[in-house]
């Protein structure tokens, strides 16, 4: 299974939170299993999921394309930045990303 199958899974059958604000506040609290930013999601905003993710020992996936395309894999009409997975549902995505 590769990985755009396995996000669109965990989107449909799992509990996924989308946004930076987010993402930013499940890393810092270490509530979410699985966090994937999107290729052109701000620095900033990348630097800080990243510094809370290790802090928090949260796995980060960075996605290989746009914040378009990653909304565009998960289904949505909108771009999305960076995506939270606290419950991957019937994908394997955890074991994809390791």
């Given at each position: 299974m590769d990985i755009n199958k396995a996000i669109r899974i965990a989107v449909d059958s799992g509990k996924v939170?989308?946004?930076v604000k987010s993402a930013l506040r499940l890393a810092y609290s270490g509530e979410a299993r699985l966090i994937i930013i999107a290729k052109n999601c701000p620095k900033k905003f990348k630097e800080d999921i990243t510094y809370y993710s290790k802090?928090?020992?949260t796995q980060v996936y960075e996605f290989n394309g746009t914040s378009v395309e990653l909304g565009s894999v998960?289904?949505?009409p909108f771009s999305?930045?960076?995506l939270s997975i606290h419950?991957?549902?019937n994908s394997n995505i955890l074991e994809l990303v390791k």
């Open positions: 939170d989308f946004g802090l928090s020992k998960c289904g949505k999305i930045s960076a419950d991957p549902g």
